[in-house]
C-alpha cells in the first residue's frame, strides 16, 4: 500500500486534500492588531503527512484553528479576522471553502472529514461524560448509529489505538485515566469515521518521552494502514524527522520554508530553518568538553509588533538593507523547496 | 578527573509527602518522592539529572539545598551536615548554594525591579555598600548578556529567555560554589535554549561551578554533563560518566529512556521501542523494584528485593539484580 501511495503522491498533483492559499488571521485586540498567520500557504496530499513546525507565536496553532474553522464567523474568538482561503477535497470531487462556510455545514465537516486532536489531554476531554460517551457522541450525530452500535463501534476505535483494556476504558471518566491513555482516547474520537484529515496540535508535547514513543509509533501505524492525511503541529525536530513526508516551517505567522523532509533537513535553504536545526545539541565526542551550541540570537518577535521587511532580519546574519525594509517573496527551489528569503540562493551556494 | 574532592553529599536521603483527605484529615498515604538516594557530587563537575515527571528529580534537587526538610538521611555541604544546622547557620551556608528554577515566568517577583530581584541576597547578607552593590548587580547584568540598563526594568518586560538570564544572574550574585539548575531551559524555544545552554557552560567554566543539571530531555542533559543519574520514581537507577551512559547503559530503564528519543534525522527513521504501560503512582509503587512494572527482563525476583545502586565497573553504579 505504501508503495502504491509513493507513486500517487509524487504524481498527482490534483491529489490534494487541503489547501491553505495565502492565510491571514488577524486579532484586533484593544492595544492593537496581533498579526498572528501572515499570507502564510502549503498544501497536504492524499495520505500524506505534513509536519508544521515553528516556535512559540509562530502561529502554528492559530492556523490548524483556522483549518478547523474555529476562529473567524462563530468561532470561539469573535476578535480574529481570517483572509485568504482554506480549500478542502475530500477526494469525491466536491470541494469546500472552509473559510466561507456556513456553521451547519461546517457541523456536517468536523468530525467527519476533519478531525482534530488538542494539544492538553487533560483538559480536551468532557470530565463529565465516559469516555464511550465521548467516542459515540461523533458517530451517532454524523453516521446515525443508535447508542447500542456507538458504543460497539467505540468499542472498536479503542482498541484499534492499542488500548489494552477497551470494554474498561469505555465506562472509565478521563480523571481515571493517565495522560497518555487520555490522548490516546482522544485519537481514537478523532479517528472512528475516518476522517481524510487529521490535525494533530501537539499531541505528544505534554507527555513523557517513553509515553510520546508510544503515541509516535501510534501515529506510525495510522499512517501505514488508515491512508489519513494528518497535518502534524510540533515544535520538536526530532518528532518531524519521525513522521513527516513533508515539512512546513513558520516563522511569525509566515510559512518560511516547505519542502520535503529529507530536502529540508539536508539542504535546509532559510537562514531560520538552519539555525533551529544547528541549535539542536549533538552527541559531543567521547572525551571532550562539550561544544558551545550554534544559537539564533535574539528572540521571536512579539506578533503585535513585528518588524518591516523580513520578519526573521533582526536574527539573521544575512539581513541587509533590502531585508529590513521589503518583505521576501516566496520562491521555488528545483528541490521544489519553498523559500520565503531574498538572500536563499548565496546561502545555498556560501554552504 | 575521578580523585576530585567531593563537595555534596547525600547519604540515603528520602523525602514523603503525607497526603491527607481533604474532608477528614486522615492520612490518605504516603507518597515516596525521594528514597534512599546517595550520591556524592564533585567539586567542579556538572551532574545531569534525568527522568519522566513524577521521578523526584526536582524534589531531590530542593531537599539537597534544604529547600525541603529530608524525610530521613542526611546531606553534607563541603563536610558540614546541613541537615542538623540551625536556620541562621542555614542561612550563611546558603549564600554558596543557589537554584534556578524551571518556570521564568514564575520565578521571578513582578512587583521588584530587575535589579532588586538580583541584588536581594547580597541585599540579605549586607554585601558591600549601597553602591557596591549596585554595580555588581550592573556586572552581573552583562555577564549574563543583558545590559546594565535593564536593573530598572520589571520582569514582564522581557521575554522568556532573558527572564531566565536575569534568574541565572541572581543565581550568581553571592558567588555560589553550587547551583542547581532545575529544567532551566524546558520553558524555553529551542532557538532560545541553545542560548542559555551556552551561557550555563560558559559560567560554570567561568566561575568554577559545581551544578546539578535537572532536565526529562536526554539530548541537552548529555550535552552539559559530566556525570548522568537517571531517575525513576524517586531512585536513581544508573549513574556513570556521560559517555558510558550514553554508550553503554546497563540499566534496562535507561536504555528504554534512550531508544525512546527521536533521533532528528528523517533518514534514521525507527519503529521507536517502547515501554509498555505508564509510571505507576509514587503512592503505592510496585514491590521489590520499582521499575519491574514496565521492565522487559524482570522476573520473580524483582518483586521481592528492592536493588541497591552497586557500582558494576569502575564509576559506573547500577540498581537491578539482573545484570
Keep these: ?351 | 578527573m575521578n580523585e576530585k574532592a567531593t563537595i555534596v553529599d547525600t547519604k540515603n536521603l528520602s523525602k514523603w509527602y503525607t497526603s491527607r483527605s481533604v474532608f477528614y484529615g486522615a492520612n490518605k498515604g504516603v507518597v515516596k518522592a525521594v528514597q534512599d538516594v546517595s550520591l556524592s557530587i564533585r567539586k567542579g563537575e556538572t551532574l545531569g539529572l534525568v527522568g519522566e515527571s513524577g521521578s523526584g528529580k526536582t524534589t531531590l534537587g530542593r531537599t539537597i539545598l534544604q529547600l525541603e526538610k529530608p524525610t530521613s538521611g542526611v546531606v553534607t555541604f563541603k563536610g558540614r551536615d546541613l541537615s542538623v544546622m540551625r536556620k541562621a547557620q542555614l542561612r550563611a551556608v546558603r549564600r554558596e548554594m543557589q537554584i534556578v528554577y524551571q518556570d521564568p515566568y514564575s520565578s521571578l517577583e513582578a512587583k521588584m525591579r530587575v535589579g532588586n530581584i538580583i541584588s536581594e541576597g547580597l541585599d540579605i547578607h549586607k554585601v558591600g555598600t549601597k553602591n557596591e552593590r549596585k554595580e555588581r548587580v550592573e556586572e552581573l547584568l552583562t555577564v549574563v548578556g543583558l545590559v546594565p540598563e535593564y536593573a530598572s526594568r520589571y520582569p514582564h518586560e522581557f521575554s522568556g529567555g532573558q527572564r531566565q538570564r536575569i534568574s541565572v544572574a541572581r543565581a550568581l550574585a553571592l558567588n555560589p560554589d553550587f547551583l542547581v539548575a532545575d529544567e532551566p531551559v524546558s520553558a524555553l524555544d529551542i532557538s532560545v535554549q541553545a542560548q542559555i545552554i551556552n551561557l550555563l557552560l560558559d559560567l560554570s567554566t567561568e566561575f568554577a561551578l559545581t551544578m546539578v543539571f535537572i532536565s526529562h530531555d536526554l539530548s541537552v542533559v548529555q550535552h552539559v554533563s559530566d556525570r548522568v543519574a537517571v531517575m525513576y520514581l524517586g531512585r536513581i537507577m544508573e549513574l556513570a560518566e556521560k559517555d558510558r551512559l550514553y554508550n553503554h547503559p546497563k540499566h534496562p530503564y535507561t536504555l528504554a529512556l534512550l531508544e525512546a528519543v527521536p533521533k532528528p534525522d528523517p533518514t534514521q527513521r525507527q519503529e521507536l521501542k517502547v515501554l509498555s504501560g505508564d509510571i505507576p503512582s509514587p503512592i503505592n509503587p510496585p514491590s521489590g523494584c520499582v521499575f519491574r512494572t514496565r521492565c522487559p527482563i524482570a522476573n520473580r525476583d524483582c518483586a521481592a528485593v528492592v536493588p541497591q545502586l552497586e557500582e558494576t565497573e569502575s564509576g559506573h553504579f547500577v540498581a537491578c539484580i539482573q545484570l
Design chain 1, 1 to 351: 500500500m505504501s508503495s502504491s501511495l509513493t507513486s500517487t503522491k509524487e504524481n498527482d498533483a490534483k491529489n490534494v486534500v487541503l489547501d491553505v492559499r495565502n492565510l491571514s488571521v488577524k486579532f484586533m485586540m484593544d492595544t492593537g492588531t496581533v498579526l498572528a498567520v501572515n499570507d502564510a500557504s502549503f498544501h497536504i496530499r492524499a495520505g500524506e503527512t505534513v509536519c508544521l513546525v515553528g516556535e512559540t507565536g509562530a502561529g502554528k496553532s492559530v492556523t490548524a484553528f483556522s483549518v478547523m474553522r474555529l476562529l473567524g464567523a462563530g468561532g470561539v474568538s469573535h476578535r480574529a479576522r481570517l483572509n485568504g482561503d482554506i480549500v478542502l477535497k475530500p477526494g469525491d470531487g466536491s470541494e469546500y471553502h472552509l473559510l466561507s462556510l456556513e456553521q451547519a455545514e461546517l457541523q456536517a465537516i468536523r468530525g467527519l472529514l476533519v478531525s482534530m486532536i488538542y494539544q492538553e489531554p487533560m483538559t480536551s476531554l468532557n470530565p463529565v461524560y465516559n469516555c464511550g460517551n465521548q467516542i459515540a457522541e461523533v458517530l451517532i450525530h454524523h453516521a446515525q448509529k443508535s447508542k447500542r452500535e456507538a458504543m460497539a463501534v467505540a468499542e472498536d476505535v479503542l482498541k484499534s489505538v492499542r488500548i489494552p483494556d477497551a470494554s474498561r476504558v469505555l465506562k472509565a471518566y478521563p480523571h481515571e485515566l493517565s495522560g497518555g491513555m487520555k490522548q490516546r482516547v482522544m485519537i481514537a474520537m478523532a479517528l472512528a469515521l475516518h476522517p481524510v484529515l487529521l490535525i494533530a496540535d501537539e499531541p505528544t508535547t505534554a507527555v513523557d518521552v517513553t509515553i510520546q514513543a508510544q503515541i509516535l509509533n501510534l501515529f506510525k501505524e495510522i499512517q501505514r494502514t488508515s491512508g489519513t492525511s494528518i497535518l502534524f503541529i510540533t515544535h520538536d525536530v526530532g518528532v518531524v524527522a519521525q513522521l513527516a513526508d513533508r515539512v512546513v516551517v513558520m516563522y511569525a505567522g509566515h510559512t518560511v520554508e516547505t519542502g520535503s523532509v529529507y530536502n529540508v533537513f539536508r539542504n535546509p535553504l532559510h537562514p531560520y530553518t538552519k539555525g533551529l536545526l544547528q541549535s539542536l545539541p549533538k552527541p559531543p565526542k567521547p572525551e571532550e568538553k562539550p561544544e558551545r551550541l550554534t544559537s539564533i540570537p535574539g528572540t521571536v518577535p512579539n506578533p503585535a509588533a513585528l518588524p518591516p521587511g523580513c520578519p526573521f532580519h533582526p536574527r539573521c546574519g544575512w539581513a541587509d538593507e533590502r531585508c529590513r525594509s521589503l518583505m521576501p517573496e516566496v520562491d521555488t527551489a528545483d528541490t521544489g523547496q519553498t523559500v520565503m528569503c531574498w538572500h536563499w540562493q548565496e546561502l545555498r551556494e556560501a554552504s
